[in-house]
Nanobody
Framework: QVQVVESGGGSVQAGGSLTLSCVAS????????MGWYRQAPGKQRDFVVG???????NYADSVKGRFTISGDNAKNTLNLEMNNLKPEDTAVYYC??????????WGQGTQVTVSS
């Protein structure tokens, strides 16, 4: 089963930018699906963006035009570039990876805090 580890969270002011990284224990080209999810305090975990092994992407409406997902296979890394951050983007961000026929693997999460 694949393991993933997130990094890159932090605190920024509204309008600022952050880039999150998710390092996988195998080539990301061999992972059927990877995605980013987030969970704000007291709320359920929500979908942010996903990417298939074929490169198809899907973004939540709330982040379209502001967030961009990309992969760096040389580093087994999935990146999430977040621009024009808003206070409502404050959450713990989780990376997910799924191999065919196996349960989804989750990272430990990285905190993103956006102040107004």
């Amino acid at each position: 089963q694949v393991q993933v580890v997130e990094s890159g969270g932090g605190s920024v002011q509204a309008g600022g930018s952050l880039t999150l990284s998710c390092v996988a224990s195998m080539s990301i080209f061999d992972i059927n699906y990877m995605g980013w999810y987030r969970q704000a305090p007291g709320k359920q975990r929500d979908f942010v963006v996903g990417i298939s092994s074929g490169g198809l992407t899907n973004y939540a409406d709330s982040v379209k035009g502001r967030f961009t997902i990309s992969g760096d296979n040389a580093k087994n890394t999935l990146n999430l570039e977040m621009n024009n951050l808003k206070p409502e983007d404050t959450a713990v961000y989780y990376c997910a990876a799924t191999l065919t026929g196996m349960a989804t693997s989750w990272g430990q999460g990285t905190q993103v805090t956006v102040s107004s």
